[in-house]
């Protein structure tokens, strides 16, 4: 709230009477009128609309006996887990690398920034043709060196890790930019007072460093997971759900319980299983995020 | 310490560049060539951009109505997102008003929650009005989930103008919306050009609600019809990713362009807060 009274806000006139705070009221509702009619219009009632129709205990008693079900919950928490917290764990050590004030890093870090500029459906379509069994350009170079070649999107092990991989390939470069700016925004003295102290690569990093980007660091682990828990267009694209069902998430099972089974009440159970974890996040967010 | 960084570069860089270079390989390679994988392609040709832009297959039959979908939902969504955020940042950052905190915890949660929680919900909705098949319901979703964003950037540099704009305003005897439109709004142009091109490209690479709220090959969009070629075993990958490499390039362009504004934003106060 600190922001409230920062340079450039007006702060409502002290010797304001009741009726000129009344009509700055009626005023600050008129401006935002249009948003907050759109967020009550589109999320606020689709919600309340989503738990009426997913408030029957017979649509949850019928997903869970479903073993697609059980098997989806398992995915998308790997998927969320394993797949966000190595792309974050990456990109904090290659903001590092990125941050190096040599001419030739800059070029690297353009380039590097491709994936997240390309929608993510041409890579998709790329990286499924790249895997694909008999055609693909992995297996090619697998069989060139001698090796078997995989099925890559045929088993679920590697199926479920070929959507992870493009998750990382895709979002790695949006969270390093991140990273890059928040080490850019602490001071160069640390580092200076540190380097009197002897302080090496490694100390920077582990005295310096990290404990000033931890904050920055959870706040996108948790956003990046509430992020990647409602995923859609990556799963289904690349795998949808084959092979038989067994690679799921959460938001591509809802789709096939709504649209291809015709159980609508299902489908909205499926996201109503993931909301208590999801509202948990968002509340930690609200709370440690400044806006 | 070099040697290791130059290493790790050309790592990076082949992990970077090679699924984009794989599509436009794919998209430059004939038919025949097809099933013969390779790092590079001896008979290159433009034929399936050819025939992409002349719509001479019949998986690309409707290619310039769809990409016209496509872009007329990204300019709609650019032009409200636009408005309404420009008016929204000017409460926002320039009134201390009752209800601020409400609206502020409002976008915060409309951005955070994930779109396709809603999607369902959502279709359900429009379908009660019978808006299924119009472009007006797939605008409003890509509104709805830009805007939250949107408002952020703006309010945020809103908020470093200096407090003279009302003073100002307040001496030519303007009232608020005169303020509005002739001190703030010409102001704010930089960033509503950042958002409205934010705005635009969530608009043009959304896939989920496109996918629902849309359906016939004359009123789907490009992404929509792109996904549609993976029904078919015997889809035509070359042309395919002739159409993927078509519809990259503007993303590419305006993201390039407009870098700086379009990272950072929520994590922004985070990065400057602590």
């Known amino acids: 709230m600190a922001r409230l009274t920062r340079a450039g806000v007006l702060p409502a006139p002290a010797r304001a009477g009741r009726s000129v705070f009344r009509s700055r009221t009626l005023q600050g509702f008129l401006f935002t009128a249009p948003l907050l009619g759109i967020f009550a219009a589109f999320v606020i009632y689709p919600i309340l609309l989503g738990l009426y129709y997913a408030s029957d205990p017979d649509s949850y008693r019928a997903i869970f006996s479903d073993p697609v079900f059980r098997a989806t919950l398992a995915n998308t928490l790997w998927y969320v887990v394993v797949a966000v917290n190595v792309k974050l764990f990456l990109a904090l050590l290659l903001s590092g690398m990125l941050d190096y004030p040599y001419p030739w890093i800059r070029l690297l870090s353009a380039l590097f920034l491709i994936p997240w500029a390309v929608p993510a459906l041409p890579g998709i379509l790329s990286f499924r043709w790249m895997l694909n069994s008999q055609w693909g350009i992995f297996n090619h170079l697998l069989t060139k060196f001698g090796l078997a070649s995989v099925p890559w999107l045929a088993q679920p092990d590697t199926a479920l890790g070929a959507i992870m991989v493009f998750h990382i390939w895709k979002y790695l470069p949006f969270w390093t930019i991140i990273f890059v700016a928040g080490r850019r925004a602490i001071p160069g003295e640390l580092y200076e007072a540190a380097a009197i102290d002897g302080a090496g690569v490694v100390k920077n990093f582990l005295y310096v460093t990290f404990p000033l980007l931890r904050n920055l660091y959870l706040i996108c682990t948790l956003l990046s997971m509430v992020f990647t828990l409602g995923d859609f267009t990556v799963p289904w694209l690349m795998t949808g759900g084959a092979p038989g069902d067994s690679t799921h998430v959460l938001a591509t099972l809802a789709y096939r319980y709504t649209f291809h089974m015709g159980r609508l009440e299902w489908g909205l159970a499926t996201f109503t299983v993931a909301l208590p974890v999801t509202l948990l996040f968002i509340f930690l967010l609200m709370r440690w995020v400044k806006i | ?274």
């Open chain 2, 1 to 274: 310490m070099r040697f290791f960084l130059s290493l790790l570069a050309i790592v990076i860089l082949v992990w970077t560049l090679f699924p984009v270079y794989h599509m436009i390989l794919l998209s430059l390679t004939p038919t025949n060539d097809l099933f013969q994988p390779g790092l590079y392609i001896s008979h290159p040709t433009l034929r399936n951009y050819v025939y992409t832009m002349g719509q001479d297959n019949p998986f690309v039959r409707y290619f310039w109505t769809q990409l016209s979908t496509s872009l007329i939902v990204s300019v709609w969504t650019m032009l409200v997102v636009a408005a309404v955020a420009a008016l929204g940042s000017f409460a926002m950052a320039r009134m201390k008003f009752r209800f601020r905190r409400y609206v502020s915890g409002l976008t915060l949660f409309t951005y955070v929650i994930p779109s396709s929680f809603l999607s369902i919900p959502f279709f359900k909705m429009m379908a009660d009005y019978d808006l299924i098949d119009t472009k007006l319901a797939l605008v409003l979703a890509m509104v709805t989930f830009a805007s939250p964003y949107a408002l952020w950037v703006l309010s945020d540099y809103a908020r470093s103008l200096p407090p003279e704009i009302e003073e100002a305003g307040a001496i030519d005897g303007a009232g608020t919306l005169a303020t509005f439109f002739h001190l703030y709004l010409p102001l704010i142009v930089p960033p509503l050009i950042a958002i409205g091109t934010y705005a635009f490209l969530y608009a043009w690479n959304e896939y989920l609600y496109a996918l629902l709220l849309l359906t016939g090959e004359h009123n789907i969009p490009l992404p929509v019809a792109m996904s549609n070629f993976l029904t078919t075993d015997n889809a035509p990958w070359n042309l395919l990713m002739a159409v993927s490499t078509v519809y990259s390039i503007p993303p590419v362009i305006l993201y390039y362009t407009f870098k700086r504004y379009l990272v950072g934003g929520l994590v922004s106060g985070a990065v400057s807060g602590t």
